[in-house]
């Protein structure tokens, strides 16, 4: 059996550099930020309270990091060993998202240096969706960098080390899958509280359950993403068979999902909304006809064996989790009173700045540490 | 595919169960109304737009001035903000020439905090900066818990907590219904400051009553207001206009404790259609379903080692 | 002429005001001090009641003596029954009879005799460059004998807005070193009535409160009285409502200016002047400057008049909300910046080029798999 090596190469590639770039910039913005208020940097207003960085950095940067939760539901729950060699590369990219968005939250909310308050037991407010977002998100990066020490210690550590994290190793897999199921289902909670500012396509009390199947299916489909970009790039072991066999498992998890979702949808009598033509209707076509043309794509076994089609399906299928995300927490949302609200040019940066980050870290850590499995 | 249809559908189910459960249990976690809460009248057709009230809190509650275009000649907020906690709206129609009246008429609304019976920003909170007072059932602030993080701003239907978006060391604003006043025994700046009694201040459950016998009145017929105080001896005859047969906040998002009345329909004032049951009961209700005493987490949690094992061992083999 | 009785002849000859007229001014000044009506027996008491009539000095220094004449146009009391019947006028170099060294011994005579009784009333700012040598009074700097004379004072009372603050020769580059009398006397209590010039009734009122309640009227930090200087012009101000509503005089002899609109755009210092004029008028007619159409320079406040251009706009104090109320709804934000909708574009074309070309690639690979 093949283990996971560093692909070594260069560092300071072209695409390393830009990112620095952006990044540097972001910084700029980060800076004004601190110094003049949110309201310097954001378009973020009284209306609309939440914007750009919670809606990407947050709720869709640690959905995007999912990777690592649906593939250790697959490995660990469901027991499917042999998809052990997408899990390191799977963790790594959940790393980065969650860590991230943890940063992102720094910066977004306005009273930082207050932020442990919701550590602190006679500050927590048990009934707060948010609170339990925070706390379970705040574990889960911790578990997280446990989960991933293996691979840090591969390079650094000594046996000792590793011999004594591979013990108590199975307590941290079991929390890293209980912590993303309590948040991820809990950021769609955190909209039911939204009400009637919250348009009737998104809002519903099945959010939670939404958005935890849609964050599975997320996970596997950037687990497919990331394989076939770093497949296209570097040299590493093809596991596009088993990126087959994980794109029928996405195919069903659609399914499930969509049946839900129009069966919630019709059940509350809202399907009307979907078709007015209107800019919430479209969105709300477009994020789903992302899912079902993948999904019908994916259910042909054919399909499956062809890397390309499988790239294209789980790129729409991210952009679909995205879209919806998006939807239930800016599109979707109005709070009256002639309210509206764009993401700034630097609100923009800031959130371009730490994926830049993201990706720098991205490409520094194949290089550097054993993800992947080369050919 | 190695994964059979039955473990597929096993895992799902285990890891699904979580977000499934609150749809199912709908116990209520509904709050009731306290018994010596403190409220606000306002009625709507007696409001005459004089806007003491503004200045009134302004004053009461030392905050700074709000000026929009580039001549600062007026404190004119077109809404309320971080820097102003009550504002009075104008309603317009067509040729808005009849006071209260829907079409070619205008009315007047008052905003200001609801001190909802079950308010969405102590219940979304997540470091407890709202709270809501056991005996009065006032809302307040607390800067010293708050973090920042506007949750409350985005639960709250009236869209009341406001953000200091300027400031680098922001917090929230919002009426406190002049819990300072309070604390002395004195009533809240808007309504001591009404000179024509559409804002009045009292116990709630005596503006209930005063509520219900403002609609029972005939129409056209002059009656007595109270000024100020619900309870107040100073009382106005004014001409009693046709009001809309419905009581806004009585039951509106689980009930408020500031109560409107109007000749023109409420949503036309802007102020939202809400069931009457709170959203922030929705949420809590899925999330104690699920995470009361944290039972079911540590029962999922127990389950996963035991998943977790068993893979590891299989992996050996 | 040693025996100076200066008063007797002519107070004969006005013993006949009506006990009606009499009362009737006893009220007006019990309302324009703020105090109750009822006030106006006790002020009668105080005054008719006086075994002598308090007596006043009256110095002039750096003026233009419009204050005197401003006082010479009440009618309620005339200026002759405040200085025959109510007062003592000892000395007044523009009302005196006599002149010369005659007035000084007067001065001198009246000083000695009543000190520590007489009420010192200044009119005109004091020169403190060059040795006080820009105004002389009988061969003496004029600080000079305000200072000899105040020293003596039960009261000293700074009429106008010279004597107050300094006045219009005090202005910048202030050659002769103006001062105004509280600033000069520092450490003295000076009542200040500033204006040019002050409504006549606000001094006159505050010397009925002293005889009266035998003490000052309440005063704010700048030494005026409060029941006079206690608020801004603007606040009482009859053209106010077109102020609230937006509705303003754009230039003189405009539409605005001759239907009567608030004169704030053509620089209006009535928002940041305590007076109060726009509630006790001038010259019993009810003339002041904004009804006559002229706005408010600010004169009896100092830093505003003669300080601020005349035409420049006023800051305004005690912001209060317009009388146009905001609608249900305003549309806020939301604003698509061009930086926002570039880098997003770019954001996406750069996204869309990945993904394509990642796409292509996998394909060729596919395909080289497959040959």
């Known amino acids: ?170 307590v941290f897999i079991a929390l890293g899958i209980l912590l993303p199921t309590m948040h991820q289902s809990s950021l769609g909670t955190v909209m039911v509280i939204a009400g009637s500012k919250l348009s009737p396509l998104w809002w519903t009390r ?88 993948p999904m019908a794509v994916l259910f042909v076994p054919a399909n499956r064996k062809n890397p390309r089609v499988m790239f294209l399906c789980a790129v729409s299928i991210v952009l679909a989790a995205t879209v919806y995300r998006f939807n239930t927490y800016i599109i979707g949302f109005d709070p009256g009173n002639g309210w509206h609200y764009f993401p700034s040019a630097g609100e923009i940066f800031i959130s371009l700045g730490i994926v830049s980050l993201e990706i720098m870290a991205f490409l520094y850590f194949i290089k550097r540490l054993p993800i992947y499995r080369r050919s | 595919m190695k994964i059979k249809r039955r473990d597929f559908l096993k895992g799902l189910a285990g890891s699904a169960v979580l977000a499934m459960a609150p749809p199912a249990i709908a116990a209520s976690s509904e709050k009731n109304r306290l018994p010596d809460a403190l409220g606000i009248l306002y009625d709507s057709t007696l409001c005459v737009g004089c806007q003491a009230c503004m200045v009134a809190c302004k004053k009461a509650n030392n905050m700074p001035m709000e000026y929009s275009g580039s001549q600062r000649l007026w404190e004119n907020p077109v809404d309320l903000s971080s820097k102003t906690l009550n504002v009075i709206k104008e309603y317009e129609n067509g040729a808005a020439k009849i006071k209260d009246r ?68 922001p917090k929230i604003v919002k009426c406190q219904l002049c819990n300072h006043l309070v604390a002395k025994g004195q009533i809240a700046a808007c309504a001591s400051e009404c000179p024509t009694g559409a804002s009045i201040f009292g116990p709630v459950k005596d503006l209930l009553i005063e509520a219900e016998r403002r609609q029972t009145m005939i129409p056209g017929k002059y009656y007595e207001f109270p000024v100020a105080e619900v309870s107040s001896t100073t009382k106005q005859v004014h001409k009693v206009k046709q009001y809309i047969p419905y009581l806004y906040g009585k039951n509106d998002g689980g009930g408020t404790q500031t109560f409107m009345m109007a000749a023109v329909p409420f949503n036309k004032l802007g102020l939202p259609t809400l069931p009457d049951r709170s959203y922030a009961s929705m949420a809590e209700n899925i999330q104690h379903t699920l995470y009361k005493g944290m039972i079911l987490p540590i029962v999922v949690f127990g389950g996963l080692i035991f998943l977790v094992k068993r893979s590891e061992k299989n992996k050996k083999e | 002429m040693k025996d100076l009785n200066f008063t007797d002849p002519v107070n004969e000859k006005l013993k006949g005001v009506s006990r009606r007229d009499f009362m009737k001014f006893c009220g007006i000044m019990a309302v324009s001090m703020g105090l109750p009506l009822g006030a106006g027996t006790q002020i009668a008491q105080a005054i008719t009641n006086a075994k002598r009539r308090p007596p006043v000095i009256w110095l002039h220094g750096q003026e233009c003596t419009g204050c005197t004449e401003s006082l010479l146009r009440t009618s309620h009391p005339s200026i002759e029954h405040l200085i025959l019947d109510l007062i003592s006028l000892d000395y007044h170099e523009t009302l005196n009879v006599g002149a010369g060294h005659q007035a000084e011994a007067a001065l001198k005579k009246s000083v000695e005799d009543n000190a520590g009784k007489f009420i010192l009333v200044v009119e005109g700012s004091v020169p403190v460059k060059d040795g006080g040598r820009y105004c002389m009074i009988a061969g003496r700097p004029f600080g000079d004998i305000v200072k000899e004379v105040a020293a003596k004072a039960a009261a000293v009372i700074a009429i106008g807005s010279c004597a107050s603050w300094g006045g219009w020769q005090s202005s910048d ?199």
């Not at chain 1, 959010?207 to 497919?224: D, K, M, R």
């Not at chain 1, 969509?258 to 979907?274: C, P, S, T």
């Open chain 3, 173 to 371: 580059p202030n050659p002769t070193g103006a001062t105004g009398i509280p600033e000069f006397l520092s450490g003295t209590t000076v009542v200040s009535i500033p204006g040019c010039p002050p409504n006549g009734y606000n001094f006159m009122s505050t010397v009925a409160y002293f005889l009266t309640l035998k003490k000052l009227p309440e005063l704010d930090a700048l030494g005026r009285p409060k029941f006079a200087y206690g608020r801004l012009i603007h606040e009482n101000c009859e053209r106010r409502p077109h102020f609230d509503a937006g509705r303003f005089a754009e230039q003189f002899g405009d539409e605005g200016h001759r239907l009567g609109y608030c004169l704030y755009k053509l620089g209006c210092k009535g928002p940041m002047t305590r007076n109060n004029c726009s509630a006790l008028h001038y010259c019993d007619v009810g003339a002041w400057p904004v009804n006559t159409g002229r706005p408010c320079f600010g004169c009896s406040e100092e830093g505003i008049g003669f300080t601020i251009p005349l035409f420049t706009e006023a800051d305004i104090e005690n912001v209060t909300p317009s009388s146009v109320h905001p609608p249900i709804q305003t549309t806020r934000g939301g604003g698509i910046s061009k930086g926002a909708a570039a880098l997003l574009g770019g954001i996406g074309g750069a996204a869309i080029g990945a993904g394509a070309v990642a796409a292509k690639r996998l394909g060729d690979k596919d395909k080289g798999d497959n040959s």
């Open chain 2, 102 to 169: 829907e079409i070619d008429g205008y009315a007047f609304i008052k905003r200001q905090c609801m001190h909802c019976v079950d308010p969405a920003c102590v219940s979304a909170c997540p470091a407890t900066a709202m709270t809501k007072d056991p005996k009065t059932g006032i809302v307040s602030y607390n800067k010293d818990a708050c973090i920042g993080c506007r949750y409350c701003a985005v639960a709250c239907p009236f869209d009341i907590p406001k953000f200091e978006w300027d400031n680098p060391f």
């Open chain 1, 206 to 293: 099945l959010l939670p359950v939404l958005f935890l199947i849609s964050c599975i299916f997320l996970g596997y489909a950037i687990v497919v993403v990331e394989s076939s970009l770093t497949g296209s790039r570097y040299p590493i072991h093809d596991e596009s068979k088993l990126l087959g066999k994980i794109s029928g498992i996405m195919a069903w998890l659609i399914a499930i999902y969509l049946v839900i979702r129009f069966a919630d949808l019709g059940m509350r009598g809202h399907l009307d909304l979907a078709f007015k033509g209107d800019l919430l209707g479209n969105m709300f076509l477009l994020e789903n006809l992302l899912l079902v043309v």
């Open chain 1, 1 to 170: 059996m093949k283990t996971e090596q560093p692909l070594e190469g260069k560092i300071l590639t072209p695409t390393f550099l830009i990112c620095g770039l952006i990044f540097l910039i972001s910084l700029i913005f980060m800076g004004k930020r601190f110094i003049y208020g949110l309201g310097a940097v954001t378009n973020m207003n009284d209306g609309y309270p939440w914007g750009l960085w919670i809606a990407f950095d947050v709720v869709i940067g640690t959905a995007l990091g999912c990777g690592g939760y649906a593939m250790a539901l697959l490995v660990y729950v469901f027991n499917k060993g042999e998809y052990h060699s997408l899990v390191r590369p799977a963790l790594m990219t959940s790393l980065f998202g969650y860590t991230l968005a943890g940063v992102a939250v720094v910066l977004d909310v306005g009273r930082y240096w207050q932020l442990y308050n919701i550590f602190l037991p006679w500050h927590m407010n048990a009934s707060s969706v948010l609170l339990e977002v925070a706390l379970c998100v705040g574990a889960y990066v911790a578990v997280l960098w446990i989960e991933f020490s293996p691979t840090v210690l591969t390079k650094f550590g000594t046996d000792n080390a590793k011999a004594f994290m591979n013990k108590i190793m199975f």
